[in-house]
């Protein structure tokens, strides 16, 4: 059935277009729609697709296909509005987007997607979430804005705001930056993070730095941290600290920099070591702190400090559960009021 009219027309049945919309798109690809049921606008440039199960609408231009309950191209803008059930695959880089509703920018080949979006990157083992996905599949980029979750292999990452740039397995969240992998929970204010295969190989933290190990019992906290997961190696740096909290009491240690070997369960403590406990405290030029053994080895002057008292050792060892403090090795020192 063929109806004409001033306002448009109208196809009822299977209806498929192919060399039209190629002119309409001014692009290199053809752009073919299907639908069930569709309606021309032909003084506003705009068509209507409608169907259901038999033809569900459908634009497909090169390997990217958008499908939804109903969808609004409009030639002027050379964009195709999506609502209900919305689908958007690209086969050729494995990603598949579902969504409430979304736009598809024919020129820009740009998707943009909103009311519950989710996207499935089948190469990189990664799934997305968040309240607006933007990706552009030619260039393999995504942008995330607002409750943003990005799950991989062995971790969950949300944040404010995210951008993954597929060719570079890279990802850069912003705002209130969270990973998660295990019992390790890092914050952050921003974070840049390398993968392959949805695992993570690298990561960078920056700004109010925090890294909460629920198993190891300590808090570390500061400006910077790396991560690199080849060489099992985390380094904090900007005024980094470790906090112990447990029934004993609460200390804190302060250094230059912590590097961590996670394969040897240490951490090397650097330059102007302290550790405060209360009103006492330690100081030394480096320690070592064994977290399997929960004790940490202060050597390089070490010296204790307890209100007017002061004791000098070759070597001080801190335990972390108790809470206290051995002395090794020749020393001296001197007791308060004497």
């Given at each position: 059935?063929?109806?004409?009219?001033?306002k448009g027309i109208l196809w009822g049945g299977l209806f498929v277009v192919v060399a039209l919309f190629a002119q309409m798109s001014q692009s290199s690809e053809p752009i073919q729609i299907t639908a069930e049921?569709?309606?021309?606008?032909?003084?506003?440039?705009?068509?209507?697709?409608?169907?259901?199960?038999?033809?569900?609408?459908?634009?497909?231009?090169?390997?990217?296909?958008?499908?939804?309950?109903?969808?609004?191209?409009?030639?002027?803008?050379?964009?195709?509005?999506?609502?209900?059930?919305?689908?958007?695959?690209?086969?050729?880089?494995?990603?598949?987007?579902?969504?409430?509703?979304?736009?598809?920018?024919?020129?820009?080949?740009?998707?943009?997607?909103?009311?519950?979006?989710?996207?499935?990157?089948?190469?990189?083992?990664?799934?997305?979430?968040?309240?607006?996905?933007?990706?552009?599949?030619?260039?393999?980029?995504?942008?995330?804005?607002?409750?943003?979750?990005?799950?991989?292999?062995?971790?969950?990452?949300?944040?404010?705001?995210?951008?993954?740039?597929?060719?570079?397995?890279?990802?850069?969240?912003?705002?209130?930056?969270?990973?998660?992998?295990?019992?390790?929970?890092?914050?952050?204010?921003?974070?840049?993070?390398?993968?392959?295969?949805?695992?993570?190989?690298?990561?960078?933290?920056?700004?109010?730095?925090?890294?909460?190990?629920?198993?190891?019992?300590?808090?570390?906290?500061?400006?910077?941290?790396?991560?690199?997961?080849?060489?099992?190696?985390?380094?904090?740096?900007?005024?980094?600290?470790?906090?112990?909290?447990?029934?004993?009491?609460?200390?804190?240690?302060?250094?230059?920099?912590?590097?961590?070997?996670?394969?040897?369960?240490?951490?090397?403590?650097?330059?102007?070591?302290?550790?405060?406990?209360?009103?006492?405290?330690?100081?030394?030029?480096?320690?070592?702190?064994?977290?399997?053994?929960?004790?940490?080895?202060?050597?390089?002057?070490?010296?204790?400090?307890?209100?007017?008292?002061?004791?000098?050792?070759?070597?001080?060892?801190?335990?972390?559960?108790?809470?206290?403090?051995?002395?090794?090795?020749?020393?001296?020192?001197?007791?308060?009021?004497?």
């Amino acid at each position: 059935m063929r109806r004409f009219s001033s306002k448009g027309i109208l196809w009822g049945g299977l209806f498929v277009v192919v060399a039209l919309f190629a002119q309409m798109s001014q692009s290199s690809e053809p752009i073919q729609i299907t639908a069930e049921r569709s309606v021309f606008q032909w003084e506003i440039q705009r068509l209507v697709l409608e169907g259901k199960m038999k033809q569900v609408p459908t634009i497909q231009q090169g390997t990217s296909v958008l499908k939804a309950d109903t969808i609004v191209y409009e030639d002027q803008k050379k964009v195709g509005y999506a609502f209900g059930n919305v689908s958007f695959q690209d086969a050729q880089r494995g990603a598949v987007l579902l969504a409430g509703e979304g736009t598809y920018d024919t020129r820009k080949r740009e998707v943009t997607a909103t009311k519950t979006p989710r996207l499935y990157l089948k190469k990189d083992n990664v799934e997305v979430t968040g309240n607006v996905i933007r990706f552009l599949p030619e260039k393999n980029d995504m942008f995330v804005y607002r409750n943003v979750k990005i799950k991989g292999k062995g971790y969950l990452l949300q944040g404010d705001q995210a951008q993954l740039y597929q060719s570079a397995n890279r990802l850069f969240v912003q705002g209130n930056a969270s990973l998660e992998q295990e019992d390790t929970t890092i914050l952050s204010r921003t974070m840049q993070v390398f993968y392959g295969k949805g695992k993570i190989s690298s990561y960078t933290a920056l700004d109010d730095v925090s890294v909460t190990e629920k198993k190891k019992g300590y808090v570390i906290t500061g400006g910077r941290l790396d991560y690199y997961e080849e060489l099992a190696y985390t380094r904090i740096t900007k005024d980094p600290q470790i906090h112990f909290t447990n029934e004993s009491g609460a200390a804190k240690v302060f250094c230059l920099v912590i590097d961590m070997y996670q394969n040897e369960d240490r951490a090397n403590l650097l330059g102007n070591v302290h550790i405060i406990k209360g009103n006492q405290r330690v100081t030394a030029r480096w320690g070592q702190y064994y977290i399997k053994q929960k004790r940490i080895v202060l050597t390089g002057n070490p010296v204790l400090e307890d209100g007017n008292s002061r004791f000098e050792a070759t070597v001080m060892i801190f335990d972390v559960d108790k809470q206290e403090l051995v002395l090794e090795g020749r020393g001296r020192g001197r007791l308060s009021g004497q």
